[in-house]
């Protein structure tokens, strides 16, 4: 089992959604986030004023997936969330120990 | 020919019955009042359009240009504002600004209105009720109070609001709308301030100045991100800033008349100028129109068409606004960074340089077929020099005034909230509320 954390554009969500479902993905969990990479903030002036803002609005979108369908995920968040435009975002892929599925009590595998 | 005969007879019969009717129901009291429908209708709305510029105008322009913290302190200021200028209005501030002409001051004779009777006028405005007039003019004195806060937005104490706000409007607004408006020395000088360039915006302008100077800068000025919470209030806020100028520009006819008409056309222009200016600056000198920008502009034109509305030509109003584009844009940017004092809000860039501005052009402008009185333009160069002692005159006693009044509230009350309730927010420490 794998967890996907892929931060992206939020305008970028629907498109990643509709992406990851069409691969059969059927839940994620999606957190509205602020950060920055090599993109360092933009400037905002106000009256003269110019403000650098460190902190872009991001999302951050989270998906537990079993081992073979991790790579397609990849792939399709990719292609999805990819404007060509500094600023895209990026994907960690780290393992899974373990799985539980609070209603029913099944585990790993079966609790994706 | 029978036909017409038949509707002349008619209407003439018409025409008598309605006199006889006028004057069995009305028999005296539009003789010796004057009080004319038209203009006191007109009136009641104008003094509605004012009062809606402070709430929800003002407090909506202001508070969306302080961040998410401070956004309930700042609407508290226009707020109080509201409730407690129109309180000492009714008291005292009325009789010793419109009543009586002394060069210096009115009288007390209609302290809380003392004697007012439903039919009563001002000799100001004979053709609207005495209580309107009281009203309307009430509404300027408090948008006036209100706008001083925003120079000083993001570290007042609300306490030591009050008190300056009670003795900023005794001393310096009442004294000034006395000497303009009410008969007092600058009125019989000649000095024309239509609606309030002034009375309104240098005094408040140039007391934010003095007040941001005093109060010192924000803490993290320049340093850090103060930018603000949410402009689309500030956006909404102009909308209704600039749909009650109409009333302020326009009332200040004191009629229903084309003048009124003639003073909301050249408002609305110079509102239109000096967005589109402001907008263009930015465009050319930063690559971008900022939405902040183009309400700072039309604010701006709004302000300084203010005392030359109703003496101008509509036309005036396009060039009017177009130099408020300019003139305040350079006072907000560059002018307060040469200085380095923080104008929160920028109550002096927008409305003193404005007002300031406004004034002088009133003098320039100014066309004897709208306000009966000649500027410079029509070869009366006497006018332009009347209105620089009417900025002078402004600017010292308002500068002068605030510095001492803030000596003074200071020695009883922490003009400023301590560093830790200013980095936590004025609408916690202040009001104990705050936006989620």
């Not at chain 1, 892929?6 to 629907?14: H, V």
């Not at chain 1, 993109?39 to 803002?53: C, L, M, N």
């Not at chain 2, 007039?133 to 306490?159: C, E, H, K, N, P």
Request: with cysteine; charged share 15%.
């Amino acid at each position: 089992m794998k967890l996907v954390v892929a931060i992206i554009k939020p305008f970028k969500l629907d498109e990643v959604r509709q992406a990851l479902t069409a691969i059969g993905v059927h839940g994620m969990t999606v957190t509205e986030v602020k950060g920055y990479g090599r993109q360092k903030g933009h400037t905002e002036i106000y009256r003269g004023a110019e403000y650098v803002v460190n902190f872009l609005p991001k999302l951050r979108i989270e998906i537990a997936v079993s081992s073979e369908l991790a790579d397609k995920a990849v792939d399709v968040i990719t292609q999805a969330a990819r404007t060509g435009q500094i600023g895209d975002g990026k994907i960690f892929v780290t393992p899974i120990d373990h799985a539980l599925r609070i209603r029913t009590g099944e585990t790993d595998s079966d609790a994706l | 020919m029978g036909v017409l005969s038949r509707h002349a007879a008619r209407a003439a019969a018409t025409f008598s019955i309605a006199t006889l009717f006028a004057s069995l129901v009305t028999p005296a009291l539009a003789e010796t009042s004057g009080i004319n429908a038209a203009d006191t209708a007109w009136m009641i709305a104008a003094t509605a359009l004012v009062l809606m510029m402070t709430i929800p105008g003002l407090a909506l322009f202001y508070s969306g240009m302080v961040r998410k913290k401070n956004v309930l302190a700042t609407m508290a200021q226009s707020l109080a504002a509201v409730a407690i200028i129109s309180v000492l209005w009714v008291a005292f501030g009325y009789s010793l600004a419109f009543v009586g002409d002394g060069p210096w001051l009115g009288t007390l004779d209609r302290w809380f209105l003392a004697g007012m009777k439903m039919d009563d006028v001002n000799p100001a405005a004979k053709t609207i009720p005495e209580a309107l007039f009281m009203l309307y003019q009430m509404t300027f004195a408090i948008i006036t109070v209100a706008l001083v806060a925003g120079a000083v937005a993001d570290r007042m104490r609300f306490s030591a609001y009050l008190l300056f706000s009670v003795g900023w409007f005794m001393f310096v607004y009442v004294p000034l709308a006395h000497w303009v408006w009410g008969g007092g020395f600058l009125a019989t000088m000649g000095v024309l301030d239509f609606a309030g360039g002034l009375v309104v915006h240098l005094s408040a302008g140039v007391g934010g100045l003095v007040a941001a100077k005093v109060m010192g800068r924000r803490h993290g000025y320049g340093t850090e991100n103060l930018a603000p919470f949410d402009l689309s209030l500030a956006v909404i806020g102009t909308g209704m800033l600039w749909v009650g100028w109409f009333g302020f520009n326009g009332g200040s006819a004191l009629s229903a008349s084309p003048r009124a008409v003639m003073a909301i056309t050249a408002t609305h222009l110079a509102a239109c100028a000096g967005a589109l200016t402001w907008g263009a600056i930015e465009w050319s000198t930063r690559r971008k129109p900022s939405v902040l920008g183009m309400i700072s502009g039309a604010v701006a034109g709004l302000g300084t068409i203010t005392p030359a509305s109703g003496f101008v030509a509509p036309w005036h109003g396009i060039v009017i606004g177009i130099i408020a584009g300019l003139f305040c844009f350079w006072a907000c940017t560059s002018l307060k960074q040469r200085f380095n004092y923080d104008d929160s809000l920028d109550v002096f860039g927008v409305h003193g340089v404005g007002g300031m501005t406004g004034t002088l052009l009133a003098g320039v402008f100014a066309t004897t077929a709208i306000g009966g009185t000649s500027g410079l333009l029509e070869g009366n160069p006497q006018q332009l020099l009347i209105q620089f002692y009417g900025v002078a005159v402004t600017l010292l006693w308002s500068g002068a005034i605030t510095f001492v009044l803030l000596k003074l509230v200071g020695a009883f009350v922490p003009l400023r909230v301590s560093l830790q309730q200013e980095m936590e927010g004025l609408d916690i420490s202040q009001h104990g509320e705050a936006l989620q």
